[in-house]
DNA sequence: CAGACGAACTTAAACGTTTCACTCTCTTCA
DNA sequence: TGAAGAGAGTGAAACGTTTAAGTTCGTCTG
């Protein structure tokens, strides 16, 4: 993959730049002072109702935008909220994004969004700035469980969502739920003998549906190992074994991605999926549906919990929050191509 | 998928909320004048080092955060982005936001996403807030080609990446390079028959990668067949037909994800990828290698746009730009799975 | 030793809003 | 007729910074 050149041409004209009409402006060319000017527009006050039309009509000849660095000055209130992620690219992480902004907007705020690149430092400097930046409130699905960055935000409204950390609301999906039912949906697909391939045990979201899963197989049936892989389709040495070594005809993976690469190692080493070993995963991934065979595996509602997360944020405005309120959506089976029943022995 | 009933609980205690400190406070406890303060905390003026010092403790024992908005008052700076995408979901997306972001923070900038769900409406609206938050510069990939929000960003420095608007400063990718790269590589492999598969051909981008493609298919072989699909896996049905007709050996497809149900559908119909149809996509998004076949594809550097696109808005805020100018990143063949030599006849 | 100069620090204006308090002019009603 | 009150509008302060211009004081120079 040879490339980076980077060519430079030149193609059509110009646009001309012009400094923003003020409110004093608009007030100035209406002929009325600077308040009538400001209620006119906001729609407070007490207008007559030709002057306020006049006035928006001047305000909408001179093209005026308001100011919102200059209104937050005033009112302590941004207009912006920040969302703070550990890793953009991370699939499950755009869905969310997108509920964040698209129900920000519908209520007329922006979104500052940071990528922490999964460092508590990054985290933390991100976390600075957009308090700086005066934000009205904070979705932070944090790197760790730790509350690394949660003393800086003094006083700013925040929402932690998967993660648990002390006197934050916290938004979650019931992940031992979930864990149960994968189990369940195996168990009856009759396997009695399964095996766990978990993520990364320091979350505690991830220990919750693995903990679940074992709980339930282990009154159901055998559980045949329990092994921990990294947050990533290259599977750890003694993972691969525990495949290689087929004790369990069906495995529950704590992570889509690291489904993912249970299958592709399972294939790799002739190992018919779902035939000789169903997979479920956790998550839904956007590409569940697309890998071969599709991903049986657990949803979660991540657009739903985002929408929750900056309704929750914004109810803050008004009323006191109870901070210590944690809001469990539910979790559901999404049935694909990955499981099937045991052959028969 | 039954689900969506939300389940509240309590959890642990509380924090303070707190007001911040502000300069003038820093100033009055650290007994020197506001100047002065604002000085040592900017490192400019001319101050002794040992007031210098004092401010800076006093300010960090106060927890002092500066306030953007009262700084963006002043010197019209408000140290933040916009990011204006059409949908945060497509897969090619979170690479380029991620580069944006990191980028930016690199400099210190924040970043406002919005994402325009594809919407024109949208998109202006999104632009219209930006502008109210007084945005140093905007990242704009547009919904199409025609200049439809261009006209409100009176003044704001604006980039525009992937489409060509008239008058904006452009970053893109040599799509017609990579159309023709995918095609001789088509050739190279042997085949003479080849298929082209178009996304929605009301963007420029896309025209280039399939009138390039075509015209070195046409220069070495045959062009078999030349379909347009929506940007979607679900293909259309004069699009089906033409796979199942297989007057082609091989097809180019204007995107990974059309790509992605050509080869389902391909696969649907029992016709073997790539043993009976090779096929090629274009953007190289992140699950091109998880299909399998793994798909072989061009790759365009979205990271390094990215990059360039926030470089080159910084670099204006100094400067006059050329707003002509428009830069042109290569493109590059990745190959993998779904590409080989045609069955003998 | 006068004058100039530089270093260190302060004063105060300005950025674009919002909003409280106030004024003025009519109506209304006892 | 006179007071009260409502309706329509204005004046000006305040939000938290930055920065140009000014002040003070000590030191250097000729």
């Not at 990528?115 to 700035?129: H, M, P, Q």
């Not at 699905?141 to 800086?152: E, I, K, M, Q």
């Not at 159901?220 to 990294?230: D, P, W």
């Not at 803050?316 to 309120?325: W, Y």
């Amino acid at each position: 993959m040879q490339r980076s050149s980077k060519k430079t041409s030149l193609g059509p004209p110009q646009k001309p730049a012009q400094k923003r009409a003020t409110l004093k402006e608009v007030a100035k060319t209406a002929g009325v002072s600077l308040a009538s000017a400001s209620y006119a527009l906001n729609g407070t006050g007490s207008l007559g109702e030709a002057t306020r039309d006049h006035i928006l009509q001047v305000a909408d000849k001179l093209g005026y935008r308001q100011n919102l660095s200059a209104r937050a000055m005033r009112t302590g209130k941004t207009g912006a909220l920040g969302l703070v992620l550990p890793d953009l690219t991370n699939p499950f992480f755009p869905t969310l994004a997108q509920s964040v902004i698209q129900t920000a907007r519908q209520r007329s705020y922006s979104v500052f969004v940071t990528d922490t690149e999964g460092s508590e430092e990054l985290e933390i400097a991100s976390i600075r700035l957009l308090v700086e930046h005066g934000v009205d409130g904070i979705v932070w699905f944090p790197v760790g469980d730790r509350n690394t960055a949660g003393t800086l935000l003094s006083g700013v409204p925040t929402v932690v969502i998967d993660r648990t950390i002390p006197g934050f609301e916290s938004i979650q999906a019931d992940y031992a739920g979930g864990g149960r039912l994968a189990a369940e949906h195996l168990v009856q697909a009759g396997h009695t003998s399964i095996g766990i391939i978990s993520g990364p045990t320091d979350v505690l979201s991830m220990r919750q549906r693995c903990d679940a899963a074992a709980s339930y197989i282990q009154q159901h049936g055998k559980l045949a190992y329990r092994v921990v892989n990294a947050f990533s389709t290259d599977l750890e040495p003694k993972v691969k074994e525990a495949i290689r070594s087929r004790a369990a005809t069906a495995v529950f993976v704590g992570a889509d991605l690291i489904a993912l690469g249970v299958m592709q190692y399972a294939q790799s080493i002739k190992l018919k999926v779902p035939a000789q070993l169903s997979v479920i995963g956790f998550d839904d991934v956007p590409w569940a549906q697309m890998t071969s065979p599709a991903l049986t595996t657990i949803d979660m509602p991540l657009g739903e919990m985002a929408a929750e997360a900056v309704a929750a944020l914004l109810r803050r405005t008004d009323e006191q929050a109870d901070l210590r309120r944690k809001i469990v959506f539910d979790t559901a089976l999404v049935q694909r191509g990955s499981v099937q029943r045991p052959a028969k022995r």
